[in-house]
């Protein structure tokens, strides 16, 4: 297991500098300037790249000399001024220099791996604490919370806040595999709350009732799906998830569903 991380980063939520004192979470340009380099931890990122993340394509006439403006500002926050850290090229661009531990997206990656890794080695209780750990990294539903998302920023913190869902579900499966339908449902909940189009939530949670005698709730919660999928899609839910209500229905729990 992933020792406990000395996080100098914080993108799972408000966009942070860890710097050990408390500060409000900050939104702006600078802060987009930084996501945009823990997304791509290690490797140069260019000007035309933190062009697009700023300003979609649009940049102003000072595009350059606003960057150069808010790397100063970053490096200011941090401890040394960023030496080490924050580098700039002489090809152009930026670099943010991260250690696996460095940044709660990191920490949140290796850990949800390493759940899923125990799931596949029939370890749903090593699972359950890798994933609860991976999604206690998480501050608020959506990574860098409050940004605008422009450029890189759109693919990859969508790819974060589905990753999030995923372990979510992940998590709400594992709970059944330990015969905990009521954590399952918990966080089953959390998922479709999230995302209610995602199929995958929705059988978790018609699992987890079954799995308590909630066969009322099976077709309620079978009902509030197919509500949100008309509402989201203009459809049913996939055939699959209407069978596992009719399969749960008329079948008393006795072992898996």
Same mark, same amino acid.
């Given at each position: 297991m992933m020792p406990e991380?000395?996080?100098?980063?914080?993108?799972?939520?408000p966009v942070e500098i860890c710097?050990?004192?408390?500060?409000?979470?900050?939104?702006?340009?600078?802060?987009?300037v930084l996501a945009a380099l823990l997304l791509r931890p290690n490797r140069a990122v260019s000007f035309d790249t933190l062009s697009e993340a700023?300003?979609?394509?649009?940049?102003?006439?000072?595009?350059?000399?606003?960057?150069?403006?808010?790397?100063?500002?970053?490096?200011?926050a941090l401890p040394g001024g960023g030496a080490g850290v924050l580098l700039s090229h002489p090809g152009g661009g930026y670099?943010?220099?991260?250690?696996?531990? %460095?940044?709660?997206?990191?920490?949140?990656?290796? =850990? +949800?791996? @390493?759940?899923r890794d125990l799931l596949a080695a029939a370890d749903p209780r090593g699972a359950a604490v890798a994933l609860r750990r991976a999604l206690e990294l998480w501050r608020a539903e959506h990574a860098a919370t409050g940004l605008d998302r422009r450029g890189l920023l759109v693919p990859e913190l969508a790819h974060l806040d589905i990753e999030r869902l995923r372990a979510l579900e992940d998590l709400a499966g594992t709970w059944l595999a330990l015969d905990e339908p009521r954590r399952a449902l918990d966080t089953a909940w959390q998922a479709v709350s999230a %995302?209610?189009?995602?199929?995958?939530?929705?059988? =978790? +949670?018609? @699992?987890?009732?079954?799995r308590l005698?909630?066969?009322?709730r099976v077709t309620e919660?079978?009902?509030?799906?197919?509500?949100?999928?008309?509402?989201?899609?203009?459809?049913?839910?996939?055939a699959e998830l209407a069978q596992l209500c009719e399969r749960l229905m008329y079948r008393p729990y006795a072992g898996a569903s």
């Open positions: 991380p000395r996080l100098a980063f914080r993108l799972l939520g710097t050990g004192t408390a500060a409000p979470p900050r939104v702006g340009k600078p802060h987009a700023l300003w979609d394509g649009e940049p102003p006439p000072s595009a350059l000399s606003n960057l150069r403006t808010y790397v100063h500002r970053l490096r200011r670099e943010v220099r991260l250690a696996p531990g %460095d940044s709660d997206h990191l920490v949140f990656t290796h =850990l +949800v791996r @390493r759940g %995302d209610p189009l995602r199929t995958r939530g929705w059988q =978790l +949670v018609l @699992r987890a009732h079954h005698g909630e066969h009322g919660s079978y009902a509030m799906a197919r509500a949100a999928f008309r509402d989201g899609l203009g459809r049913d839910p996939d």
